[in-house]
C-alpha cells in the first residue's frame, strides 16, 4: 500500500473509539491525516471535550510534520531543553496522544491523533491504532 485511503483513514478513527469505549469507557476525539498533516478523517464520540477536538487534530499534524510520536517529541524538547515555538508552526503541540501511521516499509503514510483521556491514555490508543494500520496495509 503507497497511500492512505480515506476508507482506511474511517477505519482508523472507528478503531480508536471502540478501544476508548471498551478500555477506558470515556470519550474520545480522534483524528487521522495524511504525510503531509492535513485531516482526512474525525470521529468526536458524545459527551467528549470540545477542546479535544483540536487537540486531537493538532495531535496527528503533530507526528507527520516531526517524523515521531508526540510523546518521542515531548522528550525531545525536554532532552534538548528547546521551546515548541521555535519550530514556527502554532498548530504543533508535543501532547502525548499523535503517532505516525506507517507501511511496512517504515515509509509514513499518515498519523492518527486522540484527545480526551489523560495524555499518556490518548498515546496508547494511537499506539493501537498504529498497529492496527500497520496490519491492514500486509
Known amino acids: 500500500?503507497?497511500?492512505?485511503?480515506?476508507?482506511?483513514?474511517?477505519?482508523?478513527?472507528?478503531?480508536?473509539?471502540?478501544?476508548?469505549?471498551?478500555?477506558f469507557g470515556r470519550p474520545i476525539c480522534v483524528s487521522v491525516c495524511d504525510a503531509y498533516g492535513f485531516q482526512m478523517a474525525f470521529s468526536r464520540m458524545d459527551n467528549?471535550?470540545?477542546r479535544s477536538i483540536a487537540i486531537s487534530q493538532q495531535k496527528a499534524h503533530t507526528a507527520t510534520r516531526m517524523g515521531m510520536s508526540t510523546d518521542a517529541f515531548l522528550e525531545r524538547l525536554r532532552n534538548d531543553n528547546i521551546d515548541i515555538s521555535y519550530f514556527c508552526d502554532p498548530l504543533m503541540t508535543a501532547l502525548p496522544g499523535g503517532n505516525?501511521?506507517?507501511?511496512?516499509?517504515?515509509?509514513?503514510?499518515?498519523?492518527?491523533?486522540?484527545?480526551?483521556?489523560?495524555p499518556?491514555?490518548?498515546?496508547?490508543?494511537?499506539?493501537?491504532?498504529?498497529?492496527?494500520?500497520?496490519?491492514?496495509?500486509?
Open 1 to 23: 500500500m503507497s497511500d492512505l485511503t480515506l476508507s482506511l483513514a474511517q477505519e482508523c478513527t472507528n478503531f480508536a473509539v471502540e478501544k476508548a469505549q471498551v478500555e
Open 100 to 118: 505516525l501511521l506507517q507501511a511496512k516499509d517504515g515509509k509514513v503514510l499518515g498519523a492518527v491523533g486522540v484527545s480526551g483521556l489523560k
Open 120 to 138: 499518556a491514555e490518548d498515546q496508547i490508543i494511537t499506539e493501537a491504532v498504529a498497529e492496527f494500520f500497520l496490519k491492514k496495509c500486509a
Open 48 to 50: 467528549a471535550p470540545i
